[in-house]
């Protein structure tokens, strides 16, 4: 079974701090795709930052990075500089390359923000 | 932009009333998806729709589901006969191949009282 695991329900940091969201998953496909939605007090589901499997460089989305662990099968997701903007559940999300597969994410964790 | 887009934004039903949620995906994708989330818990997948037929399908979408896409535009879910636990936000999302990338709509708030 393909599963996703976010252990921290809920995270804060201070504005201008760094903040690290953790995210493990399990799957026995060797190609595949990793997300990080934010969804925020609206409920849009906003995708944040995307991994591909085969891609052995972490992507960057301006304040967004992820430490992406192929062998721990860990993904975890950096944000820099934090905004109260930034407040919002994130949602790590696998998707395993099959055409028309669904998304698999995980419980989510619930980022605050303050000033 | 091209966007995914649902309505109503919110509906209330009562127990036992068949509602229909509606979803435009972005007009050159081939995949569509509906997810289930209930208050604040994970996003559920329920089914998935490829060339007018269901590709795939959870434990969740049972008999009481259904989705069709009636003309070249929508996309619909309907629940035939709404329980309490049915009230959740759902999430109609469509495929880009090429980009690899969900595109999710803002969400139905659906109610059962």
């Known amino acids: 079974a393909q599963t996703v695991t976010q252990s921290q329900p809920e995270m804060s940091v201070q504005e201008a701090e760094t903040v690290t969201l953790s995210c493990t998953y399990d799957?026995?496909?060797?190609?595949?795709?990793l997300f990080w939605y934010k969804q925020p007090p609206s409920r849009q589901m906003i995708l944040v930052i995307r991994q591909e499997a085969y891609k052995q460089q972490n992507a960057t989305e301006n304040r967004f990075s992820v430490n992406f662990q192929k062998a721990a099968k860990s993904f975890s997701l950096k944000i820099s500089d934090s905004q109260l903007g930034d407040t919002a559940m994130y949602f790590c999300a696998l998707y395993p390359n099959q055409a028309g597969t669904a998304l698999i994410f995980g419980k989510g964790t619930t980022l605050s923000v303050s000033s | 932009e091209p966007e995914v887009t649902q309505t109503p934004s919110h509906q209330v039903t009562q127990m036992g009333q068949e509602v229909i949620l509606r979803c435009v995906p972005i007009?050159?994708?081939?995949?569509f998806y509906w997810y289930r989330q209930i208050l604040g818990q994970k996003v559920e997948f329920l089914v998935s729709f490829y060339n007018n037929e269901i590709s795939e399908k959870s434990e969740i979408f049972d008999d009481q589901f259904s989705v069709e896409r009636p003309d070249g535009s929508n996309f619909t879910l309907k629940i035939r006969s709404t329980k309490l636990e049915d009230s959740a936000m759902y999430f109609c999302?469509?495929?880009?191949?090429?980009?690899?990338?969900?595109?999710f709509g803002p969400g139905t708030r659906l109610t059962v009282t």
């Open positions: 999302a469509s495929w880009e191949e090429l980009m690899v990338e969900q595109y």
């Open positions: 007009s050159n994708h081939l995949y």
């Open positions: 799957t026995s496909e060797n190609n595949y795709y």
